[in-house]
């Protein structure tokens, strides 16, 4: 019942509005994660990683709301985690590119704590190689993290 009701909605639109496509593209709203949990550089096992994709500029690492899609993983023995991506699948696309926000949740030993957070417009792009310490906080924005994105050393110039 949803779906027909979508598909009837996405019709009237696009009738009206001159700047609507309307046929399915699969879409990435999170990227692809993989990295490392580390407890001052210890491996971390069995850490939950969830990879949460949010409509709103903020994301609570405390809990995720049922706006929100979100999958997740655990970390290995050696800490290492992948998670991602978050695909959706768009029927109407309406020039103009959508408004991305996702963020990394680590949740261990009773705490969540917020890897990294991103935001953007378009696609997710990725994927992405981070490692996590929880042991060393950092601050970015009005955010602390624990978090950092690694760079790639196999990328020609």
């Known amino acids: 019942m949803n779906l027909l009701f979508r598909l009837l909605a996405s019709f009237a639109v696009c009738g009206v509005l001159p700047a609507c496509v309307l ?4 879409h ?3 990227p692809k994660i993989s ?4 407890e001052n550089g210890v491996p971390v096992e069995g850490a939950e990683v969830v990879l949460v994709r949010s409509y709103l500029s903020t994301v609570d690492a405390t809990q995720v709301s049922k706006d929100q899609r979100s999958i997740s993983t655990r970390s290995d023995s ?3 985690f992948a ?3 978050i695909k959706t699948v768009k029927v109407v696309h309406m020039f103009g ?3 991305l926000v996702y963020a990394l949740v680590i949740r261990h030993n009773g705490q969540s704590l917020l890897g990294f957070r991103d935001s953007g417009t ?3 792009g990725g ?5 996590c310490d929880l042991a060393r906080p950092k601050k970015y924005l009005d955010s602390t993290i624990y978090c950092e994105f690694q760079t790639p050393t196999n990328v020609q110039p």
């Open 23 to 26: 046929f399915p593209v699969p």
């Open 28 to 30: 990435d709203l999170a």
């Open 35 to 38: 990295g490392v949990v580390l």
């Open 78 to 80: 050696s800490g290492r």
């Open 83 to 85: 998670v991602g991506p």
């Open 97 to 99: 590119d959508e408004l």
């Open 122 to 124: 378009g696609s997710a």
């Open 127 to 131: 994927p992405f190689s981070v490692t």
